[in-house]
């Protein structure tokens, strides 16, 4: 049974009110031009030293180490959300610090290049450069984690890192992972209706930015057209009440006729990328990814 606190959290998604930009162009039009004169990202500084979160940069992009070790166990290359465009919240936060203190992992956060300015090829151009030192650096398994367009992100990275011969990670897990940017499956219009927070027409405007000059089946920017055999042990979260069940079950179809095997968690009326948010289903989510990485 859905719990009362992830109701009331999806009427506060709700007033936030952040849906309507992605229902109308002229505003996700107007939200896009404002982002050009967004001051850079800082993580809160009371936060950042209550749990010890370093900050650093290289060649020009931030990232932010959480239980940051010499020699760590294993190494979480966590990418956050936000459509490409927006920073991260505060909910990823206390949901990493709390992967970290179930674990013990070091977890690593780059603040990757976003839209308006920057497109996916400055994002893996950055995100490549501190995944080969983070490779120098740790003598560790990796784990590539990622919610939304990060955990698009996060597959993308382990399709492009077997092609490049570079080291697999041992697990891939995504939250509510945005796999095609092209948004053409005539399901997601239906399911856009019960979403309190994502509509079709923005989000594929920005997919198109994003992409820049390429084309949007690249498996960079669509990553549901890229490679899923023999790049690390694949775990799936999604909810019911999310357009972006649609890429997930595309995934699990794909994952299925590829004979390759995934684990899939689907949560019947639970939001997107709701394991973040401040709810039980949530601690429930995070015991379960915990076992998955700390079994081997």
């Known amino acids: 049974m859905r719990s009362w606190q992830s109701v009331l959290f999806e009427k506060y998604l709700l007033m936030r009110g952040s849906k309507k930009k992605f229902l109308n162009l002229e505003l996700m039009d107007q939200f896009i031009e404002e982002k050009y004169n967004a001051l850079p990202y800082e993580l809160d500084k009371k936060f950042q030293e209550k749990h010890a979160i370093n900050q650093f940069e290289l060649s020009g992009m931030k990232y932010y180490v959480v239980n ?33 203190e179930k674990t013990n992992y070091t977890i ?55 092609l490049q011969n570079k080291k697999q990670p041992e697990h891939v897990v995504l939250y509510s992972p945005w796999l095609d940017v092209s948004g053409l499956n005539p399901e ?56 972006l069940i649609v890429d997930a079950k595309m995934f699990l179809e794909k994952a ?23 709810i039980p289903e949530a601690s429930r989510v995070l015991n379960t990814v915990v076992s998955i990485i700390t079994k081997d």
Not at 115 to 125: E, K, M, S
Not at 189 to 215: F, Y
Not at 257 to 275: A, G
């Open 188 to 243: 997601y219009k239906e399911i856009e209706k019960i979403d309190p927070m994502l509509g079709l027409v923005g989000a594929q405007r920005l997919g198109k930015l994003w992409a820049g000059q390429s084309d949007i089946s690249n498996h960079l920017i669509s990553p549901l057209h890229g490679p899923i055999d023999g790049i690390g042990k694949i775990a799936l979260f999604v909810g019911s009440y999310e357009m």
């Open 108 to 162: 690593v956060v780059p603040i990757y290049p976003k839209l308006p300015r920057f497109t996916y090829t400055d994002a893996f151009t950055a995100i490549h450069t501190l995944y080969d030192k983070l490779l120098k650096q740790y003598d560790a398994p990796f784990i590539f984690m990622g919610d939304s367009a990060g955990g698009g992100l996060a597959l993308a990275l382990a399709q492009d890192v077997k």
């Open 256 to 278: 299925k006729k590829e004979d390759v095997e995934i684990l899939y968690f689907e949560y019947p009326k639970m939001n997107h990328v709701f394991p973040v948010f401040p």
């Open 68 to 100: 940051e070790q010499i020699n760590p166990m294993k190494v979480i290359f966590y990418f956050h959300g936000g459509a490409y465009i927006n920073d991260p919240l505060i909910f990823h936060w206390r949901h990493l610090v709390k992967i970290a």
